[in-house]
């Protein structure tokens, strides 16, 4: 009967996760604005106080989402691996054991991997699309770029933490 | 609510497994303990191990794959195998085992169609030396979605142990399932 409840109820990481993107999002309300001297400042720092923290809480979401997903998988494989590395010990002896024993570890190395590699290059694209232009007036160069995905690092690093 | 009972069943369930699998422990050094320390390094030894174990098989393949109960189905077939577009066979060769066809190799599919599309849309779509390099990665990130999901089909589909050692691992994977069900469902924390 209260289906969108349960979905609300769903994912307590998502919980903490998303009233801390938004405490994110104000913390950078009350950063004092300095346009005025704006001829050698860096160009992140030109943006306006509601684009980079909305950028920066994107980037926390984001990484949350993708540490949420790995864990998961990584867990949920690595529990039922134990058993079967004891069986393989059991039957086959050492080899079979051991190689059963890198196969339930490199499936959640391999996931991780992806994951991280992926997520980084689509966020990093996503700002290289919308920030970036090839003009001399924009306001963000790509040098500017890896600064504003630290949140996705925070998120990502913030989840696995939990 | 339901929680309490079921998890007093499931630890008297464990105790009573590890119980039993002492005593199969115990039988089993007694039968073929001789064999662990005067051949560590024959064949025989496994053959003796295996026999005493009252194996149904003494081939090590054949024990992967013949008495897996796993949540991928048994069907298998190298035709559906091929789907994935390589054969795992000589591809990675010892490392990954013939495994079985399952829904899972779709997903793995369809991931994968869908991450080298992504590729090929953004090599089109920005400019050349961006896309190309953003082709590059979101093939190797389908190549990693395709391996995992590969050895987790690997892992999955081995033997997972006698009654006895499932009454042992079942407990622990019920508490690592309650553990995954709170950080992730979260309804008993702030719901």
Redesign the interface.
Known sequence: MNAKKNML???????FALPLAFLIFVSYQFRPENNSNSTNGSGAGKLSNGLLGFIVALGFTFGALCS?FSG??A???A??????V???A????YH?AL??CF??G??SA??N??LC??GV?TFY?LL??CLVSDDEASLVRTSDLPMLCVGFGFGASFVGT? | MSLRPRAKQQLAAASTGINAYNEDANLDIEGGGGGIEDGMNRKTTMHAIASSNSLSSNSVDSSYSATAKSVYSSSSSLSDSRKLGFSMDSFIGQMLHPHRASKIQNVAQWVTVGLLLLSFVSMLVLESTLGAILCLIYAACAFGVVVSLILSQVVLSMDDGTAEMKKVSDPILYGASGFLNVQYNGRHILG
């Open positions: 109820n769903k994912l307590a990481i998502m919980k949420a998961y998988l867990m949920w494989v529990a039922r691996s134990n058993v079967r004891t069986s393989a059991r039957k086959s002896g079979r190689v059963a196969q339930g490199a499936f391999v996931l991997l992806t590699i992926g290059v694209t290289l699309v939990l």
